[in-house]
Nanobody, 125 residues
Framework: QEQLVESGGGLVQPGGSLRLSCVVS????????LGWFRQAPGWEREGVAF????????YYTDSVKGRFTISRDNAKNTVYLQMNSLKPEDTAIYYCAAKLGVAWRLGYPNEYHYWGQGTQVTVSS
């Protein structure tokens, strides 16, 4: 019943920007914390940015602080990831995910039970 659908990935040059969107269906979104993860070939899936349920507190991995912004629009059942100043090392498949309840910190994949299929972000000249 729960479904997450990402969009907005693509190919961008270093220094460029992308905005990822994830539409979440089948849940009352304000009950859920939302996150963006990414996974590059040969690397573990990494939590990138998270926004807590209710209070909208956000958390970012150090490598994206100041460049990425996560936001949510519960009325639209959507979570966004604005990515600026992109670097080649940002290249990965980006996944949105949701879990019930608040988020206190950066998330780990096994804490998030609802996942999108991912969208490819490639940063290359």
């Amino acid at each position: 019943q729960e479904q997450l659908v990402e969009s907005g990935g693509g190919l961008v040059q270093p220094g460029g920007s992308l905005r990822l969107s994830c539409v979440v269906s089948g849940v009352t979104l304000d009950y859920y914390s939302l996150g963006w993860f990414r996974q590059a070939p040969g690397w573990e899936r990494e939590g990138v940015a998270f926004v807590s349920s209710s209070d909208d507190i956000t958390y970012y991995t150090d490598s994206v602080k100041g460049r990425f912004t996560i936001s949510r629009d519960n009325a639209k059942n959507t979570v966004y990831l604005q990515m600026n100043s992109l670097k080649p090392e940002d290249t990965a498949i980006y996944y949105c995910a949701a879990k019930l309840g608040v988020a206190w910190r950066l998330g780990y994949p096994n804490e998030y039970h609802y996942w999108g299929q991912g969208t490819q972000v490639t940063v290359s000249s």
